[in-house]
C-alpha cells in the first residue's frame, strides 16, 4: 500500500475535522491505497470516548464519512458531499487499542452518485463498525470551487506491518 498526499495542506482556511493535521481537535486521519481500497490507520485517544474507555460513536461516523470521502476522491477523481450514511455499530471499540483500521471501496458509480462500503477493525481485526454512503459529486464546473483536489500517491510501497509502526513511533 501506498501514502496518499494531502492535497489540501498549504490552503489557506483549511482545518478539516477528518484530515487536517494541523487541527488540534480533529482526528487528524492519514490514508493509503491498496488496490481497490482506501486504508487509514488511526490511534483512539481517551478525548474523543464516549463512555470510560469506548470510542463515540459520533467519532465512528466521522471516520467512517471521511474515509468515504477519500475514497470517491481518489477513485473517481471528483469531489462531492455525504448525501446519505447509514451506519452500523456491531462492537464496542476501545479507546485502549493501539490503533484501528478503517477501510473502504467504491460499490457503485452512476451518474453524479457514487456508493462506498467502508468498515471499522480493533486492534484484533474484529469488525466493529460499518456504514454504507452515498455521495453527491460535483460537475466538472463546480469543482474548481469546492477545491476538489487530486490525492496522489506519494513514497515507497509499504506492507500494513511497516505502516501501521509508522503510526506508533508517531
Request: charged share 25%; net charge negative.
Amino acid at each position: 500500500m501506498r501514502k496518499l498526499k494531502n492535497p489540501w495542506l498549504g490552503i489557506h482556511g483549511y482545518n478539516c475535522f477528518g484530515c487536517a493535521p494541523s487541527n488540534e481537535n480533529g482526528v487528524q486521519m492519514r490514508f493509503y491505497e491498496e488496490g481497490n481500497e482506501i486504508i487509514s490507520l488511526w490511534k483512539p485517544k481517551a478525548q474523543f470516548q464516549g463512555w470510560i474507555n469506548t470510542l463515540h460513536g459520533g467519532i465512528q461516523s466521522v471516520l467512517l464519512d471521511e474515509i468515504c470521502a477519500w475514497t470517491v476522491i481518489r477513485k473517481t477523481g471528483k469531489s462531492g458531499v455525504t448525501s446519505r450514511m447509514e451506519t452500523r455499530f456491531r462492537k464496542g471499540i476501545s479507546t485502549l487499542d493501539r490503533y484501528l483500521v478503517i477501510r473502504a471501496e467504491i460499490v457503485s458509480e452512476r451518474r453524479n452518485l457514487v456508493e462506498i462500503k467502508a468498515a471499522i477493525f480493533n486492534e484484533a481485526s474484529e469488525l466493529c463498525s460499518e456504514a454504507k454512503c452515498q455521495y453527491f459529486t460535483f460537475t466538472p464546473e463546480q469543482a474548481p470551487n469546492m477545491y476538489a483536489n487530486p490525492c496522489e500517491p506519494e513514497g515507497d510501497e509499504l506492507t500494513m506491518e511497516q505502516a501501521v509502526a509508522a503510526l506508533m513511533t508517531e
